[in-house]
């Protein structure tokens, strides 16, 4: 008997970011200032995308741009800063403006909402936010009694993303992903959100073989029935880190907090660093390879 044909999963970034509708419940993996499917958040702003929903559990960069690029209509998260460079000021005016709704979770009652998905729950239960202000303000969650105990119980509500999309150091094209062993929250939460939705899409820094995951299937925490599409994305997080591949571009972080200041310097930087680049490599043109060079940390899967 023949074997059934391998089909193949690789599209490009603009097919992707064009799998995300306006409206969208979109899930951006990473985590916090690491590893953010940045590549991916500016084809979406390069398309125009509007009134989308993210939900995660702490961002950074991603949620401030699409903020600052007039992307979104509502976040539903525990952070949005950019830790050791300050504030997320697009992110900041957009809320105090009103342009902008927020749900606050706790973090690790963010992470919840996705095991929820993930087991097949409509909620996840928790016990621990009797006396939290959150349960005052967020009117998602509801308060109930404990079946086996009477205890008070808070029922968050699954994450319930349309579409979820994570970057990885390399895949094949069948969708099988690479995750290292000695990894970081960043990747154990991407994985996570990956389980937890039905169209998950994965920029890979490499495109690898099928002889490599072969190889190193002990790697592949995503196999390629979770996946919808993958796109091979070199420095697809970047200014953020990807673990075992390259550091933080903090001179570009630098210039992107400076650009923050006010609305009028963000949209001079979205026309240099988003609009006038026409696709990501011309992105990496313009930053250049002497500075992307010295961002290598080239790193073990083991």
Same mark, same amino acid.
């Given at each position: 008997m023949s074997k059934a044909p391998l089909i193949s999963k690789l599209i490009s970034l603009a097919e992707a970011a064009d799998r995300v509708p306006d409206g969208c419940r979109l899930a951006l993996g990473g985590f916090a200032v690491y590893q953010k499917p940045m590549a991916f958040v500016r084809a979406l702003i390069r398309q125009g995308r509007r009134d989308l929903t993210i939900v995660g559990s702490?961002?950074?960069?991603?949620?401030?741009?699409?903020?600052?690029?007039?992307?979104?209509?509502?976040?539903?998260?525990?952070?949005?800063?950019?830790?050791?460079?300050?504030?997320?000021?697009?992110?900041?005016?957009?809320?105090?403006?009103?342009?902008?709704?927020?749900?606050d979770y706790p973090?690790?009652?963010?992470?919840?909402?996705?095991?929820?998905?993930?087991?097949?729950? /409509?909620?996840?239960?928790?016990?621990?936010?009797?006396?939290? /202000?959150?349960?005052?303000?967020?009117?998602?969650?509801?308060?109930?009694?404990c079946p086996m105990t009477g205890?008070?119980?808070?029922?968050?509500?699954?994450?319930?993303? /349309?579409?979820?999309?994570?970057?990885?150091?390399?895949? /094949?094209?069948?969708?099988?992903?690479?995750?290292?062993?000695?990894?970081?929250?960043?990747?154990?939460?991407?994985?996570?959100?990956?389980r937890s939705c039905d169209q998950v899409i994965v920029t890979a820094e490499k495109i690898v073989p099928r002889s490599f995951i072969k190889r190193h299937a002990r790697f592949v925490e995503l196999p390629s029935y979770r996946i919808n599409a993958v796109v091979e994305v070199?420095?697809?997080?970047?200014?953020?880190?990807?673990?075992?591949?390259y550091l933080a571009d903090d001179a570009h972080l630098d210039t992107y907090v400076a650009a923050s200041a006010t609305d009028s310097d963000f949209a001079r930087y979205l026309d240099r660093w988003v609009h006038e680049p026409a696709d990501h490599f011309a992105y990496l043109d313009q930053l250049g390879a002497a500075q992307l060079s010295r961002l290598n940390d080239l790193g073990s899967l083991a």
């Open positions: 702490a961002h950074s960069y991603d949620v401030d741009m699409l903020a600052g690029a007039g992307c979104l209509a509502k976040v539903e998260t525990s952070y949005v800063g950019l830790e050791k460079h300050g504030l997320a000021r697009n992110y900041r005016r957009a809320v105090e403006a009103g342009r902008l709704k927020v749900v973090e690790m009652a963010a992470w919840d909402r996705f095991r929820a998905n993930q087991d097949g729950f /409509d909620f996840w239960p928790a016990k621990f936010l009797g006396g939290n /202000d959150v349960v005052t303000y967020n009117d998602e969650i509801k308060e109930f009694p205890r008070r119980l808070h029922a968050l509500p699954a994450a319930n993303a /349309d579409v979820v999309v994570v970057h990885a150091i390399a895949a /094949d094209e069948q969708g099988n992903v690479v995750i290292p062993a000695r990894r970081l929250l960043p990747q154990s939460e991407d994985v996570l959100m990956a070199p420095w697809g997080s970047h200014p953020t880190p990807t673990l075992g591949r």
